[in-house]
């Protein structure tokens, strides 16, 4: 079970020693004593309203947000930091503009200490991968947001991260062009094996992508529902279901 | 309208901007000329083109603006670089580290309105009238500009720039080297053509301040004799230096910086 993340009682505050959010009240809680377990090879949309602390949730997985109670751990081990075995996709792509997007896929690769044209041999074979063979030499300036978020997540690919967090990826692009990256991710999902943790406020693409649904609301943020999807066609009652989840308190 | 409307190549927009430029500077030559012959000004305070250009060829023959351009380069080149060295280290430092921001920008805060020649008596009282003094205090006064702008672009790289370099298993070195360099690149090279500018200012208020060469001094000292065309010939001079040496870091800078729209 390489890839299985659990959350045992995750409550994370900001304030105090934080500078923001402090509020009069002092430490501002975001997640309640939060409790899930993502098996490995498992594709889980975290689903909620924004500022549900949905986002926190990743942040705290990937090791960049330090819980106030409770703990994280992946295969057994207790996060403590952010590491390659847990792969990030950022919903404004995180990609670095002075580089191409071989550059940017090279950089995953350059911890592995592989000779350099290895490493631009594999940084090729991942944009294939993701379909973006032809715009490898390109800086993100001249790539569109689809293409991008392409780069982004052939990226965090090529580190081989054993859990994937995705924050939103998909947020900031067109709905055709939604629709292509979420048939790409399903079918990377499905020849990797890598664990998926999705982040999004949209009911029908986490109904479209994942094989679990977990709703998140409520301020602190707290496990409103847990759904696992059965195969086939999204189920409209459970569509009904979850959109009323949604909507309360 | 000029900038949208051509190519984004930087071979359309040089002659673009020149034109303009030219007829501008042309403009101001010809007004200039009239000023100085109509006699509006009092008679012999303000020297024409011609007679600038004469006195400029004159120290230009004499060795005396090579020796004055010498050691004002030698005395801004050294300052400039200590200067940019620790105000670019300081502003990195600042920019990255909140904490350490909060202790140092009250203190920086006080100290940039205080203009680089009111320190000069006390640079001349505490180091004298050699060249270190001078030195320091064009230092000094870089520093803080290139702090200013280093800490700014600094603080403004991309958290999930910094995230995604840690996520990607990026040892601290290269999170340094590959990431918050490059990313704050563009900050870094108007800091330096800021603080080139600084460095110019602090030179000319460092050498009114006492020295025996120098282009300030000279300045000074023409003005003693009211040779205003000598005295023209060196702002002139000043004026042109500043131009190219802000021409030359912008042409290094575009080669490093090529991503950058801005």
């Known amino acids: 079970m390489s890839g299985s993340v659990r959350l045992e009682g995750l409550s994370v505050s900001y304030g105090g020693t934080r500078r923001r959010n402090a509020g009069a009240s002092g430490a501002a809680p975001v997640l309640d004593a939060i409790e899930l377990e993502f098996a490995n090879g498992s594709f889980t949309a975290l689903l909620g309203p924004s500022g549900c602390g949905k986002s926190t949730v990743l942040n705290t997985v990937a090791g960049f947000v330090r819980p106030t109670a409770g703990r994280v751990t992946v295969a057994g081990t207790p996060v403590d930091g952010p590491g390659p075995d847990r792969g990030m996709v950022f919903q404004h792509y995180a990609l670095f503009p002075w580089r191409t997007a071989r550059g940017n896929v090279e950089f995953a690769l350059k911890r592995l200490g592989l000779s350099r044209p290895e490493r631009r041999r594999r940084a090729l074979a991942a944009l294939a991968e993701v379909g973006l063979a032809e715009g490898a030499e390109k800086h993100p300036a001249q790539l569109s947001g689809g293409m991008r978020q392409r780069v982004a997540l052939a990226r965090a690919l090529a580190a081989e991260p054993e859990v994937l967090l995705m924050d939103e990826p998909f947020g900031a692009l067109d709905a055709l062009t939604r629709t292509r990256m979420q048939e790409l991710l399903r079918e990377l999902w499905q020849r990797t094996g890598t664990t998926v943790l999705f982040v999004t406020h949209d009911i029908d693409e986490a109904l479209a992508l994942a094989d679990r649904v977990v709703v998140l609301g409520g301020s602190p943020g707290r496990v409103l529902a847990d759904h696992a999807l059965p195969a086939g066609p999204p189920d409209p009652d459970l569509r009904t279901l979850i959109a009323r989840q949604l909507g309360s308190p | ?262």
């Open chain 2, 1 to 262: 309208m000029y900038a949208t409307l051509s190519p984004p190549g930087r071979a359309g927009r040089i002659p673009g901007r020149l034109g303009p430029a030219l007829v501008a500077a042309g403009s101001v030559l010809a007004l200039w000329y009239v000023l100085a012959r109509s006699g509006v000004v009092a008679l012999g305070l303000l020297p024409t083109p011609r007679q600038t250009f004469a006195a400029l060829a004159d120290g230009a023959r004499g060795g005396t603006l090579a020796t004055d351009l010498a050691a004002s380069l030698a005395r801004a080149g050294q300052g400039f670089a200590l200067g940019a060295a620790l105000g670019g280290a300081l502003g990195f430092a600042t920019g990255y580290l909140p904490r350490l921001s909060a202790a140092v920008t009250p203190l920086v805060s006080f100290l940039r309105p205080i203009p680089a020649i009111a320190l000069v008596p006390l640079a001349t009282a505490w180091f004298g009238i050699g060249e270190s003094a001078k030195r320091l205090l064009i230092a000094y006064a870089v520093l803080l500009a290139v702090w200013l702008y280093v800490h700014d672009g600094v603080s403004r790289v991309p958290v999930t720039h910094l995230r995604a370099a840690r996520s990607l298993g990026a040892p601290l070195r290269r999170r340094f080297t590959e990431v918050l360099l490059p990313a704050a690149a563009p900050a870094l090279l108007a800091a330096l053509r800021y603080g080139a500018s600084v460095a110019l200012l602090a030179l000319v208020a460092a050498e009114l301040g006492g020295a025996d060469s120098g282009l300030a001094y000279r300045l000074q000292v023409d003005g003693q004799f009211l040779r205003v065309d000598r005295m023209f010939a060196g702002l002139l001079v000043l004026g042109l230096l500043g131009v190219g040496v802000d021409a030359a870091l912008a042409a290094i800078g575009r080669r490093f910086v090529h991503w950058s729209a801005s």
